[in-house]
């Protein structure tokens, strides 16, 4: 018809394209894998993390480290350092490290930290193998002066590492626009839980009325098992957007979440 304007649908991302953006060779683009395990999710609603939180606050903070065995330090045979994937005050993500001290909380701390939601040890006494871990026991990464926990790099098993947070959370840097690929979800098969994806834009807007209201995206209700799911829409997420798994279980139960987003420069 004449003078009506027809605007094509944005394509869906392909599997050659994707296996390109994590080649590198799409300038602007990048994957992100976020999993997180929470081992004893109760009757209360809480986060798919380690540690049972994402903080969220609306002034930035700083962080130190403890471990729960003394040979997590900067000399021992278990995690010498830590690095920690983070957002400043501007939302811009930041990567810095901390020189651990065993069961003493570090002198060593990073400061101006707005939202935490990757931390792995990067450095280790031991070379690991199967049988002997990088890590000997339960990283806390917390506020300075034993304040409150914004993560933990958790025990695989008794006595090993995991080596990494899992922190089924993210929020988008500055900049960034994220569009949600895929969803994997695991309950302890003795279990029945309910899971629900939320969303909270405007994470920058911190005085009242707030514009950044939380919003549950996605709701899975008495889940038992493994559930994967392929988002065909690819639901886009602005900048500075808190997004992530809360869950609940009638007894203490173990669940495992896990998303993958597309992330293109504004």
């Not at 930290?113 to 806390?140: D, E, H, K, M, N």
């Amino acid at each position: 018809m004449p003078g009506t304007k027809i605007t094509a649908p944005i394509p869906m991302p392909t599997r050659d394209f994707l296996t390109e953006v994590a080649l590198g060779l799409h300038d602007g683009y990048s994957l992100v894998h976020k999993f997180g395990f929470n081992s004893a999710v109760g009757t209360s609603l809480e986060p798919i993390t380690s540690a049972g939180v994402y903080q969220t606050p609306t002034s930035t903070v700083t962080l130190a480290a403890i471990s729960s065995d003394a040979d997590d330090t900067a000399a021992g045979a278990g995690a010498q350092q830590i690095t920690v994937q983070y957002l400043d005050s501007t939302f811009t993500e930041q990567t810095d490290t901390i020189e651990m001290n065993g069961t003493t909380e570090t002198t060593d701390t990073i400061t101006g930290v707005l939202r935490v939601y990757r931390v792995w040890v990067s450095r280790s006494g031991t070379y690991a193998t199967s049988s002997t871990p990088s890590q000997q026991g339960t990283i806390t990464i917390r506020v300075e002066n034993a304040g409150s926990t914004w993560a933990t790099i958790p025990l695989a098993d008794t006595g090993f590492g995991a080596g990494q947070s899992q922190i089924a959370w993210y929020t988008v840097p500055s900049g960034y626009t994220a569009y949600i690929l895929s969803f994997f979800i695991s309950v302890d098969t003795n279990q029945s839980a309910d899971i629900f994806f939320f969303k909270r834009e405007n994470a920058d807007d911190t005085s009242s009325p707030y514009s950044g209201v939380m919003r549950a995206q996605n709701s899975y209700i008495g889940v038992n098992g493994v559930l994967t799911i392929d988002h065909k829409t690819n639901e886009s997420y602005p900048a500075m957007t808190d997004i992530g798994f809360l869950g609940k279980a009638a007894a203490n139960a173990e669940i495992s979440c896990e998303f993958e987003l597309l992330l293109k420069a504004n």
